[in-house]
């Protein structure tokens, strides 16, 4: 069974920075797949933040564009999350997403906690 293992969630204070990372338990798997992050705050329904394919092509929600940065590394089996100018109200737990190909796995989620 194939696990997906995400890091870099932490609290920190607005306007400042923070990396995720979602790393697959297999090698050479996650290449053909489309990865993504989702986030989810209390009370809310779960939101798509950003989406990278195979080729790298990428996709953000409004929120964001422009603060956040989605990338993979294939040879590490691994999708990144680079956010910016973070703000209280990114403050959720965030998972990854990878699919395609009938297959669909999901992280267990990292808290992000936006305060000063």
């Known amino acids: 069974q194939v696990q997906f293992v995400e890091s870099g969630g932490g609290l920190v204070q607005p306007g400042g920075s923070l990396s995720l990372s979602c790393a697959a338990s297999?090698?050479?798997?996650?290449?053909?797949?489309?990865g993504g992050w989702y986030r989810q705050a209390p009370g809310k329904q779960r939101e798509l933040v950003a989406t990278?394919?195979?080729?790298?092509?990428?996709t953000y929600s409004a929120s964001a564009e422009g603060r956040f940065t989605i990338s993979r590394d294939n040879w590490k089996n691994t999708i990144y999350l680079q956010m910016n100018s973070l703000r209280p109200e990114d403050t959720a737990v965030y998972l990854c997403?990878?699919?395609?190909?009938?297959?669909?796995?999901w992280g267990q989620g990292t808290q992000v906690t936006v305060s000063g």
């Open positions: 297999r090698s050479s798997f996650i290449s053909r797949y489309t």
């Open positions: 990278i394919d195979s080729r790298g092509g990428t």
């Open positions: 997403h990878i699919w395609g190909y009938g297959a669909d796995y």
